[in-house]
């Protein structure tokens, strides 16, 4: 079955760095783009990115240009989500999805979800 | 501001149909781009309940529907169930701001 099985809970403080992974098993990893989307405290979901998966290119919402790096691992299966300079603002919890949400068949399957703590 | 407008609540009885809507511009959903939607528990992934517009992903109950026309899209749950109370979240893709863009979520209430 599909499965996207994310990295456990981070915190970190203003400005650093923080790297979530995204391990996929059950289907052909190049198959699926892979999305990022984050959801803040009492917020909504906000998209951040994606990558295809087959051929490398990305798409960054522009919010996030510049302090985001959406990566793959094509020979593990594997997708990471690298937000740089982080804020208080970006404690959320972070989410990786299969497929490219701009696509007719959405965010199929979901990781579990990942919770990014920023404090000083 | 959420590109894609949803009310903030809805709710109703069990049994009974409710109706979320989603507002868009010429942009996204009048562009014609697809539009999806999500149930989404806390603490839980969102989960997807809809796809291109009027598509049940394999598994999701014909109690859910969904429709569009021109910049709105609309999402039915006929005999609502309590399990059914959750965040519900439009989305589609915007090409004036090149991105994927949500709604702001729509939490429906199980009377």
């Known amino acids: 079955q599909v499965q996207l099985m994310q990295s456990g809970a981070e915190v970190k403080k203003p400005g650093a760095s923080v790297k979530v992974s995204c391990k996929t098993s059950?289907?052909?990893?190049?198959?699926?783009?892979i999305s990022w989307v984050r959801q803040a405290p009492g917020q909504g979901l906000e998209w951040m990115g994606w990558i295809s998966t087959y051929m490398g290119n990305t798409n960054y919402a522009q919010k996030f240009q510049g302090r985001l790096t959406v990566t793959t691992d094509t020979s593990t299966g594997a997708a990471y989500m690298e937000l740089a300079s982080l804020r208080s603002d970006d404690t959320a919890v972070y989410y990786c999805?299969?497929?490219?949400?701009?696509?007719?068949?959405?965010?199929?399957?979901w990781g579990q979800g990942t919770l990014v703590t920023v404090s000083s | 501001q959420s590109v894609l407008t949803q009310s903030p609540s809805v709710s109703g009885a069990p049994g009974q149909r409710v109706t979320i809507s989603c507002t868009g511009s010429?942009?996204?959903?009048?562009?014609?781009?697809?539009v999806h939607w999500y149930q989404h528990l806390p603490g839980t992934a969102p989960k997807l309940l809809m796809y291109g517009n009027i598509n049940r992903p394999s598994g999701v109950p014909d109690r859910f529907s969904g429709s569009k026309s021109g910049t709105s899209a609309s999402l039915a749950i006929t005999g609502l169930q309590a399990e059914d109370e959750a965040d519900y979240y439009c989305?589609?893709?915007?090409?004036?701001?090149?991105?994927?863009?949500f709604g702001g979520g729509t939490k429906l209430t199980v009377l």
């Open positions: 059950g289907y052909i990893f190049t198959s699926y783009d």
């Open positions: 999805a299969r497929g490219a949400m701009s696509s007719s068949s959405g965010g199929d399957y």
């Open positions: 010429s942009s996204n959903i009048g562009a014609g781009y697809p």
């Open positions: 989305q589609s893709y915007d090409s004036s701001l090149a991105a994927v863009v």
